[in-house]
């Protein structure tokens, strides 16, 4: 993108505002929808995010070109997108099925298995030349195939909990 890496940061605290802001006025209007509802806001939510994350991959492929602004937006517009059905049904799951004694342990061992993958990741992303936009194709590569790996097993799962 050309910026530096002060700038590189401050769209990434960018993203966490737009995470931030999902999760302080939309959970617990999420909680408080039917299941049927669920699925769609997931869906809609994930789409957007797989979206973002796609729009990306193609800027860093030589398929799209965007400006720094324009991936900013993209970059706000995915955590505004990700927090609710990253943070929100998997909590829900957990106090449902674990209750007041077993939610601990039913959300710890989803962090467990998060933070793990995620050490291997963050492992990868920190050896790539960070100032090559080529580099980044695999890196946006994963985060789209995940992403839309969680569009569909998410809403699924969401959909046959009830």
Not at 50 to 71: D, E
């Amino acid at each position: 993108y050309g910026t530096s890496q002060a700038q590189g940061s401050q769209v990434g605290s960018i993203f966490a505002v737009g995470c931030l802001l999902s999760v302080s006025t939309g959970s617990k209007l999420y909680a408080s929808l039917p299941k049927g509802r669920r699925v769609q806001v997931v869906g809609a939510l994930m789409g957007l995010s797989t979206i973002c994350s796609a729009t990306q991959l193609a800027h860093v492929s030589g398929a799209l070109f965007l400006t720094p602004t324009m991936s900013t937006i993209s970059m706000f517009l995915w955590g505004l997108s990700f927090a609710i059905p990253f943070y929100i049904p998997p909590s829900l799951y957990a106090l449902e099925y674990g209750g007041k004694d077993g939610s601990a342990t039913i959300a710890d061992a989803f962090d467990f298995g998060g933070f793990l993958l995620l050490a291997f990741f963050n492992g990868y992303v920190a050896s790539i030349k960070h100032d090559v936009t080529a580099a980044w194709t695999t890196t946006f590569t994963i985060l789209t195939a995940c992403s839309a790996t969680s569009l569909v097993s998410l809403a699924l799962a969401i959909a046959m909990e009830q």
